[in-house]
């Protein structure tokens, strides 16, 4: 993702942008999930983005993660996380 797509992200739907890094030459946006959608159907639509297909989507469960200052037993909020690229 490029900080273009970042930028335009993050102009049109800045409500919904949690956090943004970049990480080995990759561009990460982190949003909000309830935003998912609008976001993937600006990317689709868009002839300025043109994104045509996800190529890799995969799930994180952070159900045995530990955070520091946590509580072993205390759950991580939130347990999961979708990854699209």
Partial sequence: MSQKVIDAIKSKFAHAVEHTESQFGDEIALIKRDALKDIALFLRDDP??????????????????RVPGIADDEPVDPRFEVSYQ
Wanted: charged fraction near 20%.
């Fill in 48 to 65: 300025a983005m043109a994104f045509d297909q996800a190529m890799f989507v995969t799930c994180l469960d952070r159900s045995e993660q």
